[in-house]
């Protein structure tokens, strides 16, 4: 009997147990993310973004790369939050790697229209990552599902993006434990690295090609380009890195570095290096490219959101409530 009792109070405790774990696994999977999270409380959200982002588009075709620049610094530096948004002398607007970054009036302006519409419901972090897939599509690129419920964050100090944003100078590897440290792949690095197809970069991130040191495995028609366009690391010249089709969301920033041509140490390192090379190779194929950084956008918007009671919606995204 007392074998049996002390069986039954084993299987008690078990039961007790699992049943505390599903109820933890249960409350995870209700402050995850999902692809209908408005569809009930404003289903028009994503149709009022992509109004405002393509007017902001056609009226300055650079809003494209700001935006998706925006949405991948405010992911990698505590979470897509909406951090980077924030205004202010200490916020992470102010950090030296956040310098010359830009779409914020397009933002604001999507901000504005939702709030017409549904009031204190829809979250700046959504609105950037629902963005930041427009611009894609703007730029003949291919559209992709955004997961939202993300809240917005309550914190945001200039000191978080050195802490996380890769500069310029990286090499692969140190690429890879970056992302690696963001819970993304060596391949999904890379495939998001082809975001760089609309991009552009300044004389300052290629001080270390072209500057300190000659870099010998640059073309020597590339090198004359750069120095020509800048002729100290502080010029402040816009170099587009995709130079043939800046406006077209496609493969040529893989193509360039394939053949030499990329720009900063951190795309040409890419495929330099013979355990991404692979991964540059396999986007060279439009349509692989276009499925493959879909994914990856859907994973990197998915870094440690802010969800349930977490954080705020804010009025303003450019300003904390209260």
Not at 69 to 92: I, K, M, P, Q, Y
Not at 244 to 263: M, W
Request: glycine residues 6%; hydrophobic residues 40%.
């Amino acid at each position: 009997m007392a074998v049996r009792s002390a069986a039954r109070g084993t299987m008690l405790a078990f039961a007790a147990v699992l049943a505390a774990l599903l109820m933890c696994l249960s409350a995870g999977v209700e402050a995850t993310l999902t692809y209908d999270f408005y569809s009930s409380s404003c289903p028009h959200v994503e149709y009022l973004v992509y109004q405002e982002i393509s007017k902001a588009y056609w009226n300055d075709s650079t809003v494209a790369p700001g935006i998706l620049r925006l949405s991948f610094h405010d992911c990698f530096v505590n979470g897509c939050d909406a951090s980077v948004l924030v205004a202010g002398n200490t916020t992470e607007r102010a950090a030296i790697q956040n310098a010359g970054i830009h779409g914020f009036e397009a933002i604001n302006a999507a901000k504005w229209a939702v709030e017409q519409m549904c009031p204190g419901v829809v979250s700046c972090a959504d609105i950037l990552q629902y963005a930041a897939r427009d611009t894609v599509k703007l730029t003949k690129g291919l559209g992709w599902g955004v997961p939202a419920g993300r809240r917005d964050g309550t914190v945001s100090l200039a000191t978080d993006p050195p802490l996380n944003l890769p500069p310029a100078t990286f090499t692969s590897s140190e690429l890879v434990a970056n992302f690696a440290a963001k819970g993304l792949s060596a391949e999904q690095m890379v495939i998001l690295s082809g975001s760089h197809t609309i991009g552009v970069t300044h004389c300052l991130q290629l001080r270390d090609r072209i500057f300190d040191v000659i870099d010998p495995t640059m073309p020597k028609d590339l090198l004359a380009t750069l120095q020509a366009a800048c002729p100290t690391n502080t010029t402040p010249t816009a170099l587009t890195i995709d130079r043939s089709t800046v406006d077209t969301f496609d493969t040529n920033y893989f193509s360039n570095i394939a053949s030499g041509y990329g720009l900063m140490t951190s795309d040409q390192t890419l495929f330099a290096d013979s355990a991404t090379r692979p991964y540059v190779e396999a986007n060279l194929l439009q349509g692989v490219f276009d499925s493959n950084f879909a994914a990856a956008m859907v994973a990197m918007s998915s870094i440690s959101p802010k969800v349930g009671t977490e954080g705020e919606i804010r009025h303003h995204c450019e300003y904390f409530n209260g």
